[in-house]
């Protein structure tokens, strides 16, 4: 079956078939209206952040006390300037990278093969979802002991902990996403005798594509706290900034814990948000409409 058959006029795409009728469009914000909206709340976040943690500092411990909340400018300047912190940090913070990025290429890939499996019968949706929900309802901690014994406390269970933890995001928005191409369009390509394969090519990934990427978004973030967690419980090898924050946490050095804090923090936002601006561009540029 040609692609001219399925379009409907002569020139449109499967994805501009998958989007909603005209009237549902609205424009689109120039970038730098969209950048400065977006870093206004973040801005003002941080700027709250600070001021609890003085407040908190200054007025509810006192001078005895302090020491388990330092204060934002002492943590700068008794971590920043001294390398046999930052050094050590930093190289965590890379490999805790590592791991988050592996666990989550592995989740998607597991993730995107799973639903499509699924969304080609009803009885492996049956079979198969009931374990994407195991998957995402046994707590992770609960499982880390085994993942272990059986794989060693090394890099390789740490990403398997990151593909535990995000991979149900992957599962159930691709599989929507699937799910919701328009019945008039099946329809089209059921009268055109379509095959099965350029059902799934031509209709149901391209009208996925939102679903996949706000998926997609999602699995980042867990895999930044599944990489984190890993770090945290598996100690051997090389150390992770979760196990810095576990060294810090038992030595009570708070300078460096506040500061492998804010790192892990930061790291996590700018995971989430690297992978959100990736999803505004392509969905975008697919789906005028679609205002993300």
Known sequence: MSEQTLAAPAGTTTAELAAPPPQARTPRPSALR????????????IVGILVIWYAVSYLLLTESRRFL??????????????????????????????????????????????AIFMSQSHLAEKVLYPYAVILQTIPILALTPLIGIWMG????????VCVIIAVFPMISNTLFGLQSADPSAHDLFTLNKASRWQRLMKLQLPAAIPSIFTGLRNAAGLSVIGAIVGDFFFQ??????????RTYTLRLNMEPLFLAIIFTALFGVAVFSVFAALDRAVVGRLFGWKNR
């Open 153 to 160: 406390y090394g890099i390789p269970a740490r990403v398997v």
């Open 69 to 114: 909340l330092p204060p934002p400018h002492e943590v700068v300047l008794e971590t920043l300037g001294n390398p046999q912190i930052i050094g050590p940090m930093l190289a965590a913070l890379g490999q805790t990278t590592m791991v988050a990025l592996i666990g989550l290429a592995i989740a998607v890939i597991i993730g995107m093969s799973w």
């Open 34 to 45: 969209r950048a400065g909206s977006g870093a206004g709340p973040i801005i003002l976040a």
């Open 236 to 245: 051997q090898g090389s150390q992770g900034i979760g196990g810095l924050l």
